[in-house]
């Protein structure tokens, strides 16, 4: 990270700086949502899932005909996006113009594009700044991959959650069936297994333990 792209993410959210970020990391399926969520609630600070960004870009660039994580009109596309963060009480939600999303980002396809897209440093430089515009307005609770070491180094905390593969896969397939989509279980741990590969090996950004994160196992809580 440049100096003056650390001097901007200090302000963006570290002690000190213009308001107080708390950074939730972990793979799929490690309890962030839930954590941040509830974390977000109690303290009055407002909740971000940087996952559902990354998401919204994956279902808009779809819709255009982009499927292919290295089509070159990925890096074109994805600056001009009208893709907004939108503060409400507690939470920001996420629009595509004036389109709110929401039950179309959590499927199984998109999943995977998004990990996929995820890898391009264009992609990533337009969430990161989408992020911490949201942080000027008020104290967060950021959950994502890269929220403690890249996108709020300064965060006032860092967390970094794990849980074994088999519950993980047991939570996502929940999820899941609750959208109406059945998928064994196998399945979605190897889906899993990918994501995280991916997600941890990526040259820009990778998923990994932020220095000075408190580290949890959610294995065994509900
Ligand atoms: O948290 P999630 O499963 O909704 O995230 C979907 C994908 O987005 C994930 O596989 C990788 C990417 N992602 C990322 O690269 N960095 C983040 N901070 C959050 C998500």
């Not at 000190?16 to 509830?38: C, F, L, M, P």
């Not at 006032?156 to 279980?185: C, F, N, S, T, Y």
């Not at 994501?195 to 949890?216: C, F, I, N, W, Y």
Request: charged fraction near 30%.
């Amino acid at each position: 990270m440049s100096g003056s792209e650390r001097e901007e993410a200090r302000r963006a959210g570290g002690p000190g700086g213009a308001r107080d970020v708390i950074a939730i990391d972990g793979g799929a399926g490690t309890g962030k949502t839930t954590s941040a969520a509830r974390t977000a609630e109690r303290l009055g600070f407002t909740y971000i899932d940087s996952g559902a960004v990354y998401r919204a870009i994956a279902v808009a660039l779809r819709a255009e005909g982009i499927l292919d994580p290295d089509d070159a009109r990925v890096e074109g596309a994805v600056r001009s996006l009208p893709i907004e963060l939108r503060p409400e009480p507690g939470r920001f939600r996420v629009f595509l113009g004036a389109r709110e999303l929401t039950g179309e980002l959590r499927t199984p396809e998109i999943s995977r594009l998004s990990s996929q897209l995820a890898v391009r440093p264009e992609v990533r430089v337009r969430v990161r700044a989408l992020l911490r515009e949201a942080a000027v307005r008020g104290s967060l609770v950021v959950e994502g991959r890269d929220i403690g070491t890249v996108v709020f180094p300064d965060a006032v905390l860092k967390v970094h959650l794990h849980a074994a593969l088999p519950v993980r896969a047991e939570r996502r397939q929940a999820d899941l069936r609750r959208q109406g989509i059945d998928m064994p279980a196998g399945e979605v741990s190897r889906d899993l297994e990918e994501r995280d590969r991916r997600d941890s090996t990526r040259a820009d950004s990778p998923l990994r333990q932020a220095e000075g994160a408190l580290v949890l196992d959610t294995s065994r809580c509900s």
